[in-house]
């Protein structure tokens, strides 16, 4: 009798086995790119909120005298702005000024949005400055 000689390739559980190692990894890196993809958007959210802040910290006092309050707006029809001004007081220990030639006063401006129906807030402050009296001695 002869023997049988082994044929060369796979068998049906080796490829069975080969597949489900590939559908594994293809599913985690698919969960990994969308992720990825994820926090992009979520980045370019941030960044978007940040120019709306830095374009409401911009103009206050510039498009409308700077005096307390609160305002607020919609930009992009996603973000919603509120700026609130109100008057700055120094840190306890630092000596006040009689008369000063300026006013000052904090800014702080808050954005929110929604993502996913999360929503998600970025906020920024500043402190600017108002002329109170005209100077003495302009030509």
Known sequence: MRARRREGGFTLIEILVAFMILGMTLTVLLRIFSGGLHNVAIAGDYAHAVLVAEAQLAAAGVDAPLQAGESG???????????????????EGVAAVDNPPVAAYRVSVTVEWERNGRTRQLSLQSVRLKETAPAKGRG
């Open 73 to 91: 707006g919609e930009w992009d029809e996603r973000f919603i702005w509120r700026q609130v001004v109100e008057e700055y007081s120094p840190p």
